[in-house]
């Protein structure tokens, strides 16, 4: 296997792999920092171009626009409150208010370091154990999909701020948005109102965009008066060797746990960033700093959503299932260029899995370099007015929405969500378990009903299987500690 | 915002998700709900529509008794140079009600339109609201941002972008 892996590093310097890889990846970052253009979307654009190189070299470009796209989306949340893509809707809870603390520059480096290192641990391992990962990801039934996304709900104490009952109220709003559509087991329409436009329920970025960047500009519209402070302008970019070995334990984690969130079929990109977030901030020693400009709550849902690129590619490869949209469209590029995914592709073409398995690790590379260059940059747009930078938020929240399935709706859609996000903000309420639940709803709904029919109604099914048994152990325990700091933070003396 | 308003406001939006899960119960009383094993389509919007009340009430609780104890405090916000002539003063005022407005005017415009012409107003606009108004840098932001807008997401990406009724 090694050697197959030293034969793709050749194979990819020296073609024109290397250079589509970095023009993948520079693509890839603009296309994610641009709020609406997901890597999914810039993966669909670009297909065509693949048409006219040769596999490995297409495939390579597809990579980078792939880890580009998922990096490049938390430059615009970090700076503007705007997330890029989907992935990055955990990365703004800390990487804002870091920017806002005038440390745009540190937050840009924490997010490029965590996402490079997150990605390479996560193409090491589709490199190296993606067969055996596979042999999991495939035993992961309903039953195990239910309990994955309730673990994913038990998040929202995490990010519930001061209040908890709050959070759990915002977290079943955003359940409530994730019943509209067809009803996924029955195939009823469900309050559609007779709109086409709500057979397929809410789009998640229009709300993403919504409840962060439109109401954050509604918000800065009121602040419109404040001048910003000159510090926040621009920032040295860098972190200190304390800090990188203060974030790395996250980093790592978050690379496994995003790696095999990817591997599982059904999940993606913003799930394994919401449970890297809450897994770092329920391990951190300094969970009270998370929300305020943490730097380990901006490493973990970067690596985790950079991992998740490469775990995503585990079934594609090994089995050809695709686990979610841009590994779908990638999947779909691999049959134009003549190429059958599925285990045998490693026995007939391992020249080109093992390039791409290069290109991979070669692209985070690629990505650290181009990610540091470019992040004096990036955060030169806080040197620009605050009027400014606000009315270009109320604009890129429109065409963001707009973008993504050309539906005037869908601007519709973005402007209640941003209502409801000002609303919430200056009431106190936490926006981020309305995302959780508009993300995780559809999964646990589906695969409860999937588990329901499956079990012939027995629901003992969850105690049957050993993957169920893990998740119920990590779900008691997670909420079971929670009860218990809840509880030590009461008795603790309050300060005055 | 003050603490009055803001408790208000907390109240308001408990009541406002209340009303909407007792008509989403209307509402989906013609879907089924569990029919042996087929977890039908209304089961789980009721689960989480009791969710909603159970929390919502709790919280309109915890608001009340809140009000009850706690001692406004008034934080006195520094006195503005107010501008001199009215409708400014007004804009000022509004701003925040303007904007949302100008939102929703910015919505219908682009379906008239399209996105360039909306987008030009609407930029012009809200930098009145948060008064930008020199007429050389709105002119050079407006034609600049626009521009860029359009030719990196329309020409070089290939991305649609709003089209209207006219344009």
Redesign the interface.
């Known amino acids: 296997m090694l050697g197959y892996l030293g034969n793709g590093f050749i194979h990819l310097f020296t073609t024109m792999a290397a250079p589509a890889l970095l023009g993948g990846v520079i693509l890839g970052i603009i296309?994610g920092v641009?709020p609406g253009?997901t890597a999914t979307?810039g993966i669909a654009?670009l297909i065509p171009l693949t048409y006219y190189v040769s596999p490995s070299i297409g495939l390579s470009m597809l990579v980078g626009i792939f880890t580009g796209g998922i990096y490049g989306g938390s430059v615009s949340a970090i700076l503007l409150k705007t997330p890029g893509t989907p992935a990055a809707g955990a990365t703004i809870l800390d990487g804002n208010p870091l920017a806002q603390k005038g440390q745009a520059g540190k937050a840009i480096a924490i997010a490029t370091i965590a996402s490079a290192i997150g990605g390479l641990i996560g193409a090491l391992i589709l490199s190296l154990l993606a067969p055996q990962i596979a042999k999991i990801a495939v035993r992961f039934g309903p039953p195990e999909y239910v309990l994955l996304g309730i673990y994913g709900l038990t998040m929202i104490s995490y990010v519930s701020g001061t209040s908890l009952?709050?959070g759990?109220?915002a977290g079943?709003?955003g359940?409530?948005i994730s019943?509209f559509g067809v009803?996924p087991?029955?195939s009823?329409p469900?309050?559609t109102f007779g709109t086409l436009n709500l057979l397929t329920g809410f789009e998640l970025l229009p709300i993403l965009i919504g409840i962060f960047a439109?109401s954050q500009?509604?918000e800065g519209?009121?602040n419109?008066?404040e001048v910003m402070p000159p510090q926040a302008k621009l920032t040295k970019v860098g972190i200190s060797l304390q800090e990188f070995f203060r974030i790395l334990p996250h980093i790592v984690k978050s690379a496994f746990i995003g790696t095999f969130v990817g591997a599982v079929p059904g999940t993606g990109t913003d799930i394994a960033a919401f449970l890297s977030y809450g897994e770092a901030k329920r391990s951190s020693k300094y969970p009270e700093e998370f929300g305020k400009g943490s730097i380990e709550g901006v490493a973990a849902p970067e690596s985790g959503n950079n991992a998740c690129v490469n775990g995503a590619m585990i079934p594609m490869f090994t089995l050809g299932i695709p686990g979610e949209a841009a590994t779908a469209v990638i999947l779909g590029g691999l049959m134009v260029l003549g190429l059958q995914p599925g285990p045998l592709l490693f026995v007939d073409k391992p020249e080109i899995i093992y390039t791409v398995f290069a290109s991979t690790i070669t692209s985070n590379l690629f990505m650290i370099i181009v990610g540091i260059l470019g992040a004096r940059v990036f955060a030169k747009v806080l040197s620009l007015?605050?009027?400014?930078i606000?009315?270009?938020i109320?604009?890129?929240s429109?065409?963001g929405s707009?973008?993504m399935r050309?539906s005037?709706f869908d601007?519709?859609v973005m402007?209640c969500s941003?209502?409801l996000g000002y609303?919430?903000t200056?009431?106190?309420?936490p926006i981020p378990p309305v995302l959780l639940g508009v993300i995780l709803?559809p999964l646990v709904?589906s695969n409860?009903?999937r588990t329901?029919?499956v079990?012939?109604?027995n629901l003992t099914i969850f105690f049957k299987r050993p993957i169920s048994i893990f998740f119920i152990i990590v779900i008691v325990g997670t909420i079971s500690s929670n009860i218990y700091k809840h509880f030590k933070s009461k008795d603790a003396p309050q300060e005055s | 915002m003050d603490i009055k308003h803001k408790r208000a406001l907390q109240i308001g939006i408990n009541i406002f998700f209340i009303c909407i899960v007792i008509c989403m119960f209307f509402i989906s009383s013609k879907y089924a709900f569990v029919k042996g094993i087929h977890l039908g389509a209304r089961t789980f919007p009721v689960i989480v529509g009791v969710l909603i009340l159970l929390f919502g009430t709790v919280n309109i609780i915890v608001t009340i008794y809140k009000i009850k104890n706690e001692n406004e405090s008034i934080t006195k916000e520094e006195p503005e140079l107010e501008p001199s002539n009215s409708f400014n003063k007004y804009v000022r005022k509004y701003r925040v009600g303007i904007s949302i407005g100008l939102m929703a005017l910015y919505y219908i415009f682009l379906s008239l339109f399209g996105f360039v012409i909306a987008t030009a107003l609407f930029l012009v606009s809200i930098l009145y609201v948060m008064e930008y108004r020199k007429p050389v840098p709105v002119t050079l932001v407006t034609i600049l941002g626009v521009g860029l807008i359009y030719i990196s997401f329309k020409v070089l990406l290939g991305v649609p972008l709003p089209t209207g009724l006219l344009f």
């Open positions: 296309i641009l253009l979307m654009l009952i709050r759990l109220f079943c709003i359940l409530l019943t009803d087991i029955s009823v469900r309050f439109m500009a509604i519209v009121k419109s008066r007015p605050k009027s400014i606000v009315s270009f109320f604009i890129f429109v065409v707009y973008s050309n005037m601007i519709i402007m941003g209502l609303v919430f200056i009431i106190d309420y709803g709904e409860l009903g329901l029919l079990s012939g109604g």
